[in-house]
């Protein structure tokens, strides 16, 4: 007698589309990584500009375990001289009036006519949906009342690029303003369905004044898998083993049929 339990052992055999892996991005540990670029640039008009920068030192600001990219002139082991600029810490990191924390991005725009944001870019390696969470954070301890001219705070935004198309997906005023103090956070949560070569961008604007603008990133992109539009397509050795199970399938139901009419005539 055919079983039905020999149907489902054939359909079992069939391969399945493999699920997505699980990858996820820290912004601040993944620092250097080749999914990420950095430099500076500024959104207007609905694009998006972006110039990467040339330079990265170690040792940034004479602090051991910092290390940071910028635009300075090569030999400037500081990393100083010419803002904007991003960098990393291993350990936490103190210079001037600012304390970055171990596993936190630091990013300063400029006061340049033009380019002055510090931008921070993730490039998408697979086409699906990607998760967004985490926090940018005032870093500078310096505050003063509206008599200064200077440390006004930043205001930071996160763009998404597909097909040529730049998007905004968050800003936040949070950190802009005078007498925003240390610690002050704008966070965000968000999702964005991107495809190969898809880009995030993540920008700190100077806010008209670049003093005192020392600003924190965290958090993490975590690919969530495909949608539809992405899917896996069987092989064609996939689809002769299903037209196979298939084919296994109606067989045994026409068998089953046969012997009921037999047994029950």
């Not at 960098?87 to 171990?102: E, I, K, Q, R």
């Not at 310096?142 to 040529?164: C, H, K, L, Q, Y």
């Not at 103090?181 to 700190?204: K, M």
């Amino acid at each position: 007698m055919f079983k039905f339990k020999h149907v489902f052992l054939a359909l079992g055999a069939l391969p399945l589309a493999t699920a997505a892996s699980a990858t996820n991005y820290d912004l601040a540990n993944n620092f250097g990584s080749s999914v990420f670029s950095y430099g500076s640039g500024s959104y207007a008009n609905g694009a998006l500009t972006f110039h990467a920068f040339s330079n990265v030192y170690s040792g940034c600001f004479n602090v051991g375990g910092f290390s940071c990219t910028t635009s300075g002139p090569a030999g400037d082991t500081s990393g100083s001289s010419n803002l904007p600029g991003i960098g990393a810490t291993t350990n936490g990191a103190h210079f001037l009036t600012v304390d970055v924390p171990a596993g936190e991005l630091w990013a300063h725009p400029s006061n340049a006519a033009s380019d002055s944001d510090a931008i921070i870019q993730f490039t998408a390696q697979e086409a699906g949906r990607y998760l967004l969470d985490g926090l940018f954070a005032r870093l500078d301890n310096m505050t003063s009342g509206s008599n200064d001219p200077g440390n006004n705070g930043v205001s930071v935004s996160i763009f998404a690029t597909s097909g040529g198309i730049t998007s905004l997906l968050y800003s936040s005023g949070a950190l802009a303003g005078y007498g925003v103090t240390q610690g002050a956070t704008a966070t965000y949560d968000l999702a964005a369905q991107l495809g190969v070569g898809d880009v995030i961008s993540y920008v700190i604007n100077n806010e008209g004044n670049y003093y005192n603008d020392s600003t924190g990133l965290s958090g993490s992109i975590a690919y969530a898998g495909g949608d539809n539009s992405t899917a896996a397509v069987p092989e064609p050795a996939s689809w002769s083993m299903m037209v196979l199970g298939f084919g296994l399938a109606g067989f045994g139901l026409r068998a089953s049929r046969r012997r009921s009419a037999v047994t029950f005539a």
